[in-house]
Antibody, heavy 123, light 110 residues
Framework: EVQLLESGGGLIQPGGSLRLSCAAS????????MNWVRQAPGKGLEWLSG????????YYADSVRGRFTISRDNSKNTLYLQMNSLRADDTAVYYC????????????????WGQGTLVTVSS | QSALTQPASVSGSPGQSITISCTGTRNDVGTYNYVSWYQQLPGKAPKLIIFDVSNRPSGVSHRFSGSKSGHTASLTISGLQAEDEADYYCSSYTSRSTAVFGTGTKVTVL
């Protein structure tokens, strides 16, 4: 059974930094691209970033490019999201999601999701 | 990349069929058949219910079906049941190799 467990969320002041982690199990981690998706309170889903199976290709939404960095450690079966220059509108539940392809040519579908970690940006 | 456009809400009575539209552009839905749909029950993570416009993952009810015409994809729920009450999101691959979600549709079973 695929399991994805996000961690690292919490309360952070505007302008601060935070690193989210997503521990994966139940599948061959280095065979699939991985993604981060967020959902602001009461709002819709927003795809943020994706990374190919071995990390050679990375993709970002315009809203976070230059502020957020996606990475992965296949030896630890873990996905990361480094978030810098955080703003109030970054407040959301952040989900990691497994892709259905290896990601060499972009991201595709999200067939497994974690339960999410809440990031609150506030002074 | 702007979000795909979905109706904010759709409702129907048990047993009826409803359809949710998802309108994009030539940079996403209009060019690629990599359209997917997700069901999000209250307080839960989203679940993939349709991929490649019209394919269902194993275990997803046959009551869910998808289609596409031009720049608009659609999700139809047949034989509506109380358990279908949820938020539904479409998503598409884009010309920048990224993904974009729709604005989301709340389905209410009357």
């Amino acid at each position: 059974e695929v399991q994805l467990l996000e961690s690292g969320g919490g309360l952070i002041q505007p302008g601060g930094s935070l690193r989210l982690s997503c521990a994966a199990s139940g599948f061959t981690f280095n065979n699939y691209a991985m993604n981060w998706v967020r959902q602001a309170p009461g709002k819709g889903l927003e795809w943020l970033s994706g990374i190919s199976d071995y990390g050679g290709s990375k993709y970002y939404a315009d809203s976070v490019r230059g502020r957020f960095t996606i990475s992965r450690d296949n030896s630890k079966n873990t996905l990361y999201l480094q978030m810098n220059s955080l703003r109030a509108d970054d407040t959301a539940v952040y989900y990691c999601a497994k892709d259905t392809i290896n990601g060499d040519y972009g991201v595709r579908y999200f067939d497994s999701w974690g339960q999410g970690t809440l990031v609150t940006v506030s002074s | 990349q702007s979000a795909l456009t979905q109706p904010a809400s759709v409702s129907g009575s048990p047993g009826q069929s409803i359809t949710i539209s998802c309108t994009g552009t030539r940079n996403d839905v209009g060019t690629y058949n990599y359209v997917s749909w997700y069901q999000q029950l209250p307080g839960k993570a989203p679940k993939l219910i349709i991929f490649d416009v019209s394919n269902r993952p194993s275990g997803v009810s046959h009551r869910f079906s998808g289609s596409k015409s031009g720049h608009t994809a659609s999700l139809t729920i047949s034989g509506l049941q109380a358990e279908d009450e949820a938020d539904y999101y479409c998503s598409s691959y884009t010309s920048r190799s990224t993904a974009v979600f729709g604005t989301g549709t709340k389905v209410t079973v009357l």
